[in-house]
């Protein structure tokens, strides 16, 4: 048994950067200087609200830090930050059983609430080969992370870790141009320092639909030029999968791609997730009339032409990463020839690209791990992260066709 201190604060928007870099040495000041200090657990309730779970030996330690109050510099520097105190309760924890290890957690890479991500541990040790998964959905805020667990789990299962991210997207603040992108790259980027169990030298980017899209992206990250959006990237991936990406802007923007995003109503595609955050739909219905690309990368072809060649990777040049593309020949939201045509470039400009077509497939036959496809990708990953194919130079354009059966 321990006792836990709940207390509940705001925090302007503005200061919540500046809490959230002062944390850790607040957390460190408490372990140095504050006797019977077990734990801290920090918990955004809304864009303005925080609970904080601090767990303690006993109520003397609780009252003993109470009194010594803000008596160090980092301390201080946290207390700074609060806007106003809400409320400070007593709690009790009882254990069912002893602490494991922390198999998941939720990881901050910047202040907004989109910008998070959870980070899976399989079971042992480590260093662990990592998984960055982004999901897709237009690239908007009706969907989240939540739908790509099923994959979480079996890449956890496989022995990887995964880094499941969220990231700002079109019909929020900050989302579309360029904050997705960046936020993207600072998810990716995180990695660097986040656990000694990561093997950040084996890392492979998975993602599907406009998930793929961003994936395929971030891979390129290394030949951006320097003004661009997420250039000057800290992880290099080992290879990079992409599931029915959207991978041709250009095309994208010339078709209207997403204005069925306007229709609410419109039946979606086969085995689509429900929408996480149904509330944030009448705003993109309302912005996607000239398509959803504009609102991604800030204007059409003719208007942004820098940002469709630094964000479309049809447009963008090799970047030596290994390219694993799966694509469903009945694909209903997304052309399987934007994939075909990219790992086709790809290979030409001297590459490594494996384009998978499923005949049959559905745009989220090639995301389930039931699908036979699967083994397909789990198996590509694997040879990547244990031979180190970034480093071949064989091209490799081969086109397979497997079936939809299930």
């Known amino acids: 048994m321990s006792v836990i201190e709940l207390t509940t604060f705001t ?5 919540t950067q500046a809490m959230l ?12 200087d504050r006797r019977g200090f077990r734990s801290a657990r920090l918990v955004r309730l809304d864009e303005h609200t925080w609970l904080d779970f601090v767990e303690w ?34 709690g009790v924890r009882y254990d069912d059983a002893e602490d494991g290890p922390r198999r998941v957690r939720t990881i901050a890479y910047g202040p907004d609430p989109s910008q998070v991500g959870e980070l899976y541990l399989p079971e042992g040790d480590g260093p662990f080969p990592v998984v960055v998964v982004v999901h897709g959905g237009y690239w908007a805020a009706m969907w989240d992370r939540r739908q790509s667990t099923d994959v979480v789990d079996d890449l956890v299962g496989r022995g990887y870790a995964v880094w499941n991210v969220e990231y700002r997207r079109i019909g929020e603040p900050g989302g579309g141009w360029p904050g997705t992108f960046l936020d993207v790259a600072a998810a990716v980027d995180a990695l660097d320092g986040m656990d000694p169990a990561l093997d950040t030298g084996r890392v492979v980017f998975l993602g599907h639909s406009a998930g793929g899209h961003l994936a395929t992206w971030a891979a390129h990250r290394g030949v951006l030029p ?14 990079v ?9 250009k095309t994208a923007d010339a078709t209207g791609f997403g204005t069925v995003l306007a229709d609410p109503d419109a039946e979606p595609p086969k085995d689509a997730p429900e929408p996480a955050r149904p509330e944030a739909w009448p705003a993109v219905a309302a912005a996607v009339g000239e398509g959803v690309v504009p609102l991604l990368v800030g204007g059409h072809v003719a208007d942004r032409p820098a940002h469709y060649a630094w964000t479309s990777p049809l447009e963008l040049p090799d970047a030596g990463v290994p390219v694993l593309a799966v694509h469903g020949t009945a694909d209903e939201a997304v052309p399987a020839g934007w994939s075909r045509r990219y790992t086709e470039k790809t290979t030409a400009e001297g590459g490594t690209a494996r ?5 049959g497939g559905t745009h989220f036959d090639v995301v389930h791990p039931a699908h036979p496809v699967w083994s397909e990708v789990t198996g590509w990953i694997a040879e ?3 031979t180190g194919a970034r480093s071949s130079s064989a091209p490799d354009a081969s086109r397979r066709r497997t079936t939809a059966d299930r």
Request: glycine share 10%; proline share 10%.
């Open 241 to 249: 999968v992409e599931l029915a990406g959207a991978l041709d802007l």
């Open 226 to 239: 320097p003004e661009a959006p997420g250039a000057h990237p800290k992880i290099t991936p080992t290879g």
């Open 355 to 359: 384009y998978v077509e499923v005949e």
């Open 384 to 386: 990547i992260v244990t």
């Open 11 to 15: 925090v302007p928007p503005e200061h």
């Open 57 to 90: 030996a006993d109520d003397a330690a609780w009252d003993e830090s109470k009194a010594k109050g803000a008596n160090l510099p980092a301390i201080a520097a946290f207390f700074g930050t609060i806007g106003t105190l809400v409320g400070a309760e007593r």
């Open 21 to 32: 870099d002062a944390r850790p040495g607040m957390v460190a000041a408490f372990r140095a």
